[in-house]
């Protein structure tokens, strides 16, 4: 399995506009996601007020290709989310089951 984490920061002013875009169309997009097991959505905190972020759980390399093409390694956006978004940032990693 493979685990995708993707991060991205903000625009300043952006925070309630980009947060309605995740709640409402990130989140309920990636859980439907065929060949996803997990998603971890992460909401800004204190510390990092314009940080949000998914850990997912993919069930394999071909699952994350046809969801996001051959070009996996880079980070991908939404073109609507494309305005608010200041920097983002993607790693791949393999999933370890403990």
Do not use: C
């Not at 990092?48 to 998914?54: I, T, V």
Request: charged letters at 30%; aromatic letters at 12%.
């Amino acid at each position: 399995m493979i685990m995708r984490i993707f991060q991205v920061v903000v625009r300043k002013g952006k925070e309630d506009e980009f947060g309605r875009f995740f709640y409402e169309t990130a989140i309920p997009l990636m859980k439907g996601t065929k060949g996803i097991v997990q998603v971890l959505p992460g909401a800004p905190r204190q510390d990092s007020p314009r940080e949000f972020s998914f850990v997912m759980v993919w069930k394999d390399l071909a699952s994350l290709k046809a969801f996001v093409g051959d070009d996996y390694a880079n980070p991908h956006i939404d073109p609507a989310e494309a305005e608010l978004v200041e920097s983002r940032t993607i790693k791949h990693y393999e999933f370890v089951e403990s």
